[in-house]
């Protein structure tokens, strides 16, 4: 049970050996790129948050020289000294005079932001006394207020502040400092930051790193695909051939190629099939040999037999003789049934199921449903004794039949439900062995399902009993389809 809800956790991962090791690489170079990506970064942060103090530091020291100035300066001089610096243009700050501090919302603080209002706060204090009564804030450029009358900065004239509050098409916050210098009286100085931290908005990773990690991860793909692609053709070579070989096909020996490992396993594999194809071959001199060596005793203790005058003697000897030559003839059938030498072709089962159906479809003894998809690549004869036995029983012991296709990409499977009485559970295995009856059974050898079997197993398949809950036997075949 556990295996089969694990399955699923596993489907969408790819199959094959170039898809699992391109999967692997991509997420160890991802996982690398990202982690150095991850300190690059941190790195750069650490480094501009320096300089973002450092640039913070000398404009502080700019805006504390322009309020000295200011302060040092008559109080009915301020005002005209306003007004000429405006129409000439205004300076790196823009400065006005207000009875009282405006009132504006701040912008929430970041890292940067904080950074720089400590920097501010720690310099304007230092330069013009600890207890001066300084307010600094970063504002947005909508809600920037510059007068008493709290005029927004578009209702201005662009030469009074423009110039120095506005980085078009960028709208980024300005920095407002707010120093209280009389009773009535409060210095108002608005700036940008300098470049590059105008926007003291976090830098993300460059497009440029972003583009050498995307080139580094798929020349790495390419070459581990080309790698692993160049090592596994003999791998599929060899897979090919053992299935070949399985199905009884004359397989050429397989040249080296790829590791030393592949290498090793081709070798192995060439002197295998040198192996089976000498223990087949010696297997069908035997047997040729032991048929005719049983035959000829066989005939020879037949006409000694009709010497005895003895009629129940000769009865008796008969019926041994019957018997022993059954035996032969038996075991000589399955060997001839089950070492079928023809050539792997494409199948189309539906053309074989139909023309073996064919003569109980008009009586209504077999009904057929479903089709085969695609040909079915194996030994055709074989297929056809295989499907022709598994038939021949259901109609024979279970007198009807009802044939199901099921097939797919990954095999076809042929379901044949009859309904005769079935097989005992404990003996359902002992059906496929050779001689074996059921109680009552007397027709035949009782070779058809041991054949049938090791037709399937021959082609990678399988054949399987089940008993019906509403009666009858289900025997399934299945053939798994291999890669072509």
């Not at 720089?116 to 013009?128: A, G, S, T």
């Amino acid at each position: 049970m556990s295996v089969r809800s694990a399955e699923p956790r596993w489907r969408l991962l790819p199959r094959s050996l170039l898809g699992r090791m391109l999967l692997l690489t991509l997420l160890v170079v991802l996982l690398a790129q990202g982690l150095s990506s991850l300190i690059w970064v941190a790195q750069l942060r650490a480094s501009q948050i320096q300089g973002l103090q450092a640039s913070a530091g000398s404009l502080a020291h700019s805006m504390s020289a322009s309020v000295s100035y200011f302060r040092s300066l008559p109080v009915a001089y301020r005002p005209m000294v306003l007004d000429q610096l405006r129409s000439m243009g205004g300076t790196r700050f823009f400065v006005s005079l207000n009875d009282k501090p405006l009132d504006m919302p701040s912008l929430p603080l970041t890292a940067r932001k904080k950074a720089v209002i400590e920097v501010f706060d720690e310099v304007l204090h230092e330069r013009l006394g600890k207890q001066m009564d300084i307010s600094v804030a970063f504002v947005s450029p909508q809600e920037l207020r510059l007068f008493n009358s709290g005029l927004k900065l578009d209702e201005l004239p662009r030469s009074w502040a423009h110039y120095s509050l506005t980085l078009e098409p960028l709208n980024p916050p300005v920095l407002v400092t707010q120093i209280r210098l009389g009773e009535h009286e409060w210095l108002y100085i608005a700036s940008l930051m300098p470049e590059p931290y105008t926007s003291l908005e976090a830098e993300r990773l460059p497009r440029q790193q972003v583009g050498f990690i995307a080139l580094t991860t798929a020349l790495l793909l390419l070459f581990i695909g080309l790698l692993v692609h160049w090592q596994t053709r003999p791998l599929k070579r060899l897979a090919h051939a053992a299935r070949d070989l399985s199905l009884g096909a004359d397989v050429a020996p397989l040249a080296g190629g790829g590791g030393s490992e592949v290498v090793e396993v081709s070798r192995a594999f060439n002197s295998m099939r040198e192996r089976i194809s000498r223990y087949l071959t010696e297997r069908s001199q035997l047997f040729s040999a032991i048929s005719h060596d049983l035959r000829t005793p066989i005939t020879r203790l037949r006409l000694r037999v009709e010497l005895l005058e003895d009629e129940q003697a000769q009865r008796t000897f008969n019926r041994d003789l019957d018997e022993l030559e059954l035996l032969v003839k038996g075991a000589l059938q399955c060997v001839k049934d089950t070492d079928i030498h023809e050539n792997i072709e494409p199948i189309d089962l539906n053309q074989v199921l139909e023309m073996l159906a064919e003569p109980y479809l008009r009586d209504g003894r077999i009904t057929l449903e479903g089709r085969a998809l695609t040909p079915y690549l194996g030994k055709s004869l074989a297929l056809r004794r295989c499907i022709g036995n598994l038939i021949d029983n259901a109609i024979k012991y279970g007198e009807r039949a009802h044939l199901r296709i099921l097939d797919s990409a990954s095999g076809f499977v042929l379901q044949v439900d009859d309904q005769g009485p079935g097989v005992p559970q404990q003996q359902l295995e002992h059906v496929f062995e050779p001689h074996f009856r059921l109680a009552g059974q007397q027709q035949g050898y009782g070779l058809g399902l041991g054949i049938a079997r090791n037709i399937a197993h021959s082609h990678g398949g399988e054949v399987s009993l089940l008993n019906l809950r509403q009666g009858g036997l289900r025997v399934t075949l299945s053939l798994p389809r291999g890669q072509p």
